[in-house]
């Protein structure tokens, strides 16, 4: 596709169960970006990779998190033991090079109930 | 450390007339800045950005911004608002320091009055 697509649009879990939460980035794009928008909290980096290098984890929240890309391109990001803190819109973003612009995705809603 | 504040949450603004949005920043270094803005439901769109060069920078939806480097603003600035602008609008800096991932402000929700 022409943008960055994430699945699912939206997620409501029980706490205490894992989730799963999909980034497909523009193709071609090296830089992926993982970004967590909580109302009364804004939006927080939480992880980038780029390129085959090791990702920058420094915005994680707690251990709880953990994302992977494979193949350089799609990016899943899992949250295990969901708390309702966890509750917010998961963004990812993509970039040509790791100073490009950042093109985002519509993110996914994720409640735990 | 980078931040970035943006010290009005909500701007009104009568339709046909200028508007603008503003933004402060705290860097070390040379900024790389740029504004997002968020429709209902969806992702944050891309507007426009400062590396460096020209202080007025012209992006997209005929939007410009205006870049202050003794005032540490980048301000949002459009001619002529129009209904359709109304959305929520993210100024942000880069992390020059590491991972290349942008610092946020808390946003500013702009209302265009019909």
Do not use: M
């Not at chain 1, 915005?59 to 309702?84: C, K, M, N, Y």
Request: net charge neutral; proline share 4%.
């Amino acid at each position: 596709g022409a943008g960055v697509s994430q699945s699912p649009s939206n997620k409501v879990t029980e706490k205490g169960k894992d989730v799963e939460l999909r980034c497909d980035p523009i193709s071609g794009h090296t830089a992926l970006y993982w970004y967590r928008q909580s109302l009364g909290q804004g939006l927080e980096f939480l992880i980038y990779f780029q390129g085959n290098s090791a990702p920058d984890k420094s915005g994680l929240p707690s251990d709880r998190f953990s994302a992977e890309r494979t193949g350089g391109s799609v990016s899943t990001l899992t949250i295990q033991r969901t708390q309702q803190e966890d509750s917010a819109v998961y963004l990812c973003a993509s970039s040509l090079a790791a100073q490009g612009a950042q093109h985002f995705g519509d993110g996914t809603r994720l409640s735990i109930l | 450390a980078q931040s970035v504040a943006q010290p009005e949450d909500q701007v009104n603004v009568a339709e046909g007339n200028p508007l603008t949005v503003k933004c402060t920043y705290s860097v070390s270094g040379n900024p790389y800045l740029f504004w997002y803005v968020q429709y209902p439901n969806r992702g944050l769109q891309f507007l426009l950005k400062y590396i460096t060069g020209d202080n007025l920078v012209k992006g997209s939806y005929g939007f410009e911004a205006e870049f202050n480097k003794s005032q540490t603003s980048f301000h949002l600035k459009k001619p002529s608002a129009l209904v359709s602008d109304s959305a929520l609008y993210f100024c942000a800096v880069r992390d020059q320091t590491g991972a290349n991932n942008l610092f946020f402000g808390t946003g500013t929700r702009l209302t265009v009055i019909p």
